[in-house]
């Protein structure tokens, strides 16, 4: 699906209507939330909301053009309402008044988000906020009944002062709530929906003195996209992360490791609750025989340093994992893709093996091949590494699916 600000085609798409109520500006924080997390966020603003909160600052944190006219005189060939409905993923409207909600109960379609919503045939979400005594009011509650029965999740005011000076029930619910909210009206058909994966991401470092140690070049940036892609079909993630060059992303559950030790027992550990592991860290394959536990002084002369090997992590996990977990590692070479990259897919008994470039290394693309155990093949072109994780994240789909018979 395209989105305005030409995103890739798989990204979803959230139409975030704001009403007038003094807490739009909340809206704000939550559109960069939702965006944060890779959501494409279109803002569709009513005239009152216009006045309390200008639509540029919708505008810059979106980065899309904020939809305000049912009939916009620059855009004369599309019907901007169907546009939208059709675009959207999933509709919030945060805040909703209770204007707002009495024309959506009652199918008016008056202004542009009003049909928008009549349209769609998305999922939909309203946060309402206002006075105490209009929440009150049987004649807002009833509509709000009526929008629950028709399908409408509503995430519920809370109890606090209002911006009218009075307190009670009416203010916006926290932001944070909100988000979840949308996040699970977008689960609904999510392929990993609850499904539990291990991902390992980043390099390990291995000292061999309080100062140094040795390392290589991985930026992390492969593993975290693979997290961010995971979460994003429904996946609880839980992220094992060595040492990166970028902050790692949002996920379930995060652990941080250092050395590829560290890495091995974090891994063994959490194997048994996952349905699969996605090895995609950087191992140092030696380690220093001994780490010296202060700093190794200059002599001036030639020292040298006892490597031993490190385990193979992923092929351990193989060995030992229970029935119909799936488990893809990486290969990364300098030479020989191909026969290089299936000789470790039989050594280390996965599912599949991402083989890559070693140019990929530290860059924001890739490309390489996928090959799979029972023998089949793909090739992926030059593509940046998110939409190279989905698309692994869609082949685990596949392979979950035939794990699961
Ligand atoms: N790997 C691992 N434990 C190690 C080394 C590598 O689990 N000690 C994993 C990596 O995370 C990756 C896969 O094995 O998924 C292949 O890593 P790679 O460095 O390409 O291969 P190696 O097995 O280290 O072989 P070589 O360095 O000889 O190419």
């Known amino acids: 699906m395209a989105s305005p600000n030409g995103a890739l085609a798989d990204r979803r798409t959230v139409l975030l209507g704001v ?42 944190i979106t980065g899309n053009p904020v939809a305000r006219e049912l009939f916009p005189e620059n855009k004369p060939q599309t019907i901007e309402h169907i546009a939208l409905a059709e675009l959207a993923d999933a509709v919030a409207v945060v805040p909703a008044t209770a204007n707002f909600l009495a024309k959506a109960a009652h199918g008016l379609a008056d202004d542009l988000l009003t049909a928008a919503v009549l ?89 061999w003195d309080p100062v140094r140690f040795l390392s290589n070049r991985s930026s992390g940036r492969m593993g975290f996209a693979l997290a961010r892609a995971a979460r994003e079909q429904g996946a609880e993630v839980t992220l094992i992360a060595g040492p990166a060059d970028i902050a790692p992303p949002e996920v379930d559950s995060l652990i941080r490791v250092r050395t590829a030790g560290e890495m091995r027992r974090a891994v063994m550990r959490q194997l048994p609750g996952n349905r699969a592991l996605i090895m995609a860290a950087a191992v140092a394959d030696y380690r220093p025989r001994i780490t010296q536990r202060s700093k190794i002084k200059r002599s001036g002369g030639r020292i040298t340093l006892e490597l031993a090997p490190n385990p193979d992590i992923v092929a351990e996990a193989a060995g030992k994992r229970k029935k119909g977990t799936v488990v893809v590692g990486f290969a990364l070479e300098t030479g020989d893709l191909r026969a290089n990259a299936l000789k470790k897919l039989r050594a280390k008994g996965l599912d599949l093996i991402v083989a890559n470039d070693a140019r990929a290394l530290g860059s924001s693309s890739n490309r390489g091949w996928l090959f799979f155990a029972e023998g089949r093949s793909e090739r992926v072109p030059e593509t940046g590494k998110d939409a190279f994780a989905k698309l692994i994240i869609n082949r685990l789909v596949g392979l979950l699916k035939r794990a699961d018979g």
Do not use: H
């Not at 629950?148 to 999740?153: L, V």
């Open 119 to 207: 349209a769609t045939k998305s999922p939909k979400l309203a946060a309402p906020a206002m006075n105490v005594g209009m929440w009150e009011n049987p004649v807002v509650q009833g509509n709000l009944k009526k929008l629950k029965a028709g399908g409408w999740q509503v995430v519920e005011p809370e109890e606090g002062f209002l911006a009218c000076g009075t307190r009670g029930a009416g203010r916006l619910a926290r932001v944070e709530i909100i988000e979840q909210a949308i996040l699970d009206l977008l689960g609904r058909g999510r392929d990993l929906a609850g499904v539990p994966v291990l991902i390992t991401a980043g390099r390990t470092e291995e000292p």
């Open 19 to 60: 009403t007038g109520s003094i807490a739009a500006y909340k809206a704000l924080d939550l559109a960069g939330r939702l965006r944060r997390r890779g959501i494409n966020v279109v803002a569709a603003m009513t005239g009152a909301a216009c006045r309390l909160v200008g639509p540029a600052s919708f505008e810059s």
